[in-house]
């Protein structure tokens, strides 16, 4: 939902695809817009690879939604180590044909 000067417009809404990362789904009206392409912009270390794979690991677990996940400058083993310590499992993931890295 848009909030124009207090009130909610539904008509000019999107439907949105529910990001399961607490906090942003709130501040984009329910998640990201569904079926479009969503560019995450930010300097080196700014949490976009974090945002991502919570998102793609979010929408696995909760959702029931598959993902693939490309990075070019780390390995999946390197991804995977450290993902590890923020408490994601993405090996169980992977067995389960729910992530690809």
Known sequence: MVEEKGRVLKEKSLKK???GISGLD???YGGLPEGRTTLVYGSAGSGKILMAMEFLVKGAE???EPGVFMAFEETAEDLAEN???LG???DSLEARNKLVS
């Open 88 to 90: 994601f499992n993405l």
């Open 17 to 19: 695809t529910p990001t």
């Open 62 to 64: 909760n959702y029931g």
């Open 83 to 85: 993902f590890a310590s």
């Open 26 to 28: 709130d501040i984009t």
